[in-house]
């Protein structure tokens, strides 16, 4: 199931200004964000965005369950500066889908 982790931070405790905040980001980088979202049992990291003067990030995964995605974040330490979100996901054309079948919109488009 997909899943967004979307995170923010205070300009306090932003990486751009606090060093050890930072290494937490290059330390998930250089580990191999794919290797290490697997060894907490998240399938794929489908994308991640920053924005770092809005202090936030939006990261899309694949995982079983959202416990998953929180042991990550609290484990590598992503939850140490960050509010933590974890919401599920669809994508547009699954939604459409789900809306046609909600509302017997078969056969349009």
């Known amino acids: 199931?997909?899943?967004?982790?979307?995170?923010s931070h205070t300009p306090e405790t932003c990486p751009i200004y606090v060093?050890?905040?930072?290494?937490?980001?290059?330390?998930i980088l250089e580990h191999d964000p794919e290797q290490l979202?697997?060894?907490?049992g998240i399938h794929?990291?489908?994308?991640?965005y920053h924005s770092?003067?809005?202090h936030t990030f939006l990261w899309i995964v694949d995982a079983e369950k959202p416990h998953l995605i929180e042991t990550f974040a609290?484990?590598?330490?992503l939850a140490s500066f960050?509010?933590?979100?974890?919401?599920?996901m669809h994508t547009f054309a699954e939604t459409v889908e789900r809306l046609k079948q909600m509302h017997g919109l078969g056969g349009h488009g």
């Open 52 to 54: 770092a003067l809005e």
């Open 19 to 27: 060093p050890k905040y930072a290494l937490v980001f290059v330390d």
């Open 44 to 48: 794929r990291i489908e994308a991640q």
């Open 37 to 40: 979202a697997d060894a907490y």
């Open 74 to 77: 609290v484990e590598t330490g």
């Open 1 to 7: 199931m997909l899943y967004g982790i979307y995170g």
């Open 82 to 88: 960050n509010t933590i979100r974890i919401v599920p």
